[in-house]
């Protein structure tokens, strides 16, 4: 399986944008990016994925560098409530069934500070 | 968006007794539901793959008579952990697949006496 390094940790200030980056450069041409975050004793949450190009939805914004092999979670004015660890996951497109797995690293533990 | 319900939230039990663990997808059908286990301070990890009228298929490492997997219809997957003892004490997840992604439940907290 392809994989994904991210900074352990990230400090933001309230309000301000957050650039959360991701390295992939083992990525196949099939991989999708998925971003999901953790808020402390609670399940995963869903944030954002894509594949090649930049994706907005309510959350956040996905820029997929051109050789796809980095990508940046951008959180446009972080609150308190965006602290989390973030993870950034490769999966195969296409893949069905018992495919289709996520594996969760370490991923990136953000601080928002007030 | 995609809702995935657990239950219970959180149990405390005895050593030496089964624990049943639900997951429900509650406004949409999800024929394949997944299984973690989060240890604290770790990652999520992988148990095991449920599929709608088949048999789980579990990740290595995990014992498919400890951890038994029903998922009998296309809106719950059940997790019993059978004969449970401390070192099961645990924080388990579970999230079912949609078309390109995966919605997850909000867990449950066991801790085994």
């Known amino acids: 399986d392809a994989k994904t390094t991210q900074p352990n940790s990230m400090e933001s200030n309230e309000e301000e944008p957050v650039h959360l980056p991701c390295n992939h450069s083992?990525?196949?041409?099939?991989?999708?990016i998925h971003w999901y975050r953790q808020l402390p004793s609670q399940g995963p949450e869903y944030v954002i994925h894509?594949?090649?190009s930049n994706v907005n939805n309510r959350m956040a914004s996905l820029a997929i560098a051109e050789d796809r092999k980095s990508s940046t979670l951008i959180l446009h004015r972080a609150t308190l409530r965006d602290a989390a660890v973030y993870y950034c996951?490769?999966?195969?497109?296409?893949?069905?069934?018992?495919?289709?797995?996520?594996?969760f690293g370490k991923g990136t533990l953000l601080t928002v500070n007030p | 968006g995609a809702v995935v319900s657990q239950h219970p939230s959180r149990v405390i039990c005895k050593s030496g007794t089964s624990v049943k663990i639900e997951c429900r997808s509650l406004?949409?059908?999800?024929?394949?539901m997944f299984w973690y286990r989060q240890f604290p301070k770790q990652s999520l990890m992988l148990m095991a793959t449920?599929?709608?009228?088949?048999?789980?298929?579990?990740e290595q490492g995990v014992e498919k008579d400890k951890f038994l997997i029903n998922h009998a219809s296309l809106t719950l997957s059940t997790l019993t952990v059978t004969s449970a003892h401390p070192e099961d004490s645990s924080f388990y997840i579970c999230?079912?697949?949609?078309?390109?992604?995966?919605?997850f439940g909000p867990g449950t907290r066991l801790l085994v006496l």
């Open positions: 999230s079912a697949r949609v078309p390109e992604t995966q919605y």
């Open positions: 083992t990525i196949s041409g099939t991989d999708y």
């Open positions: 894509g594949l090649t």
């Open positions: 996951i490769l999966t195969p497109r296409g893949s069905g069934g018992s495919n289709y797995k996520l594996t």
């Open positions: 406004d949409f059908q999800a024929t394949t």
């Open positions: 449920s599929n709608e009228g088949s048999k789980a298929t579990y």
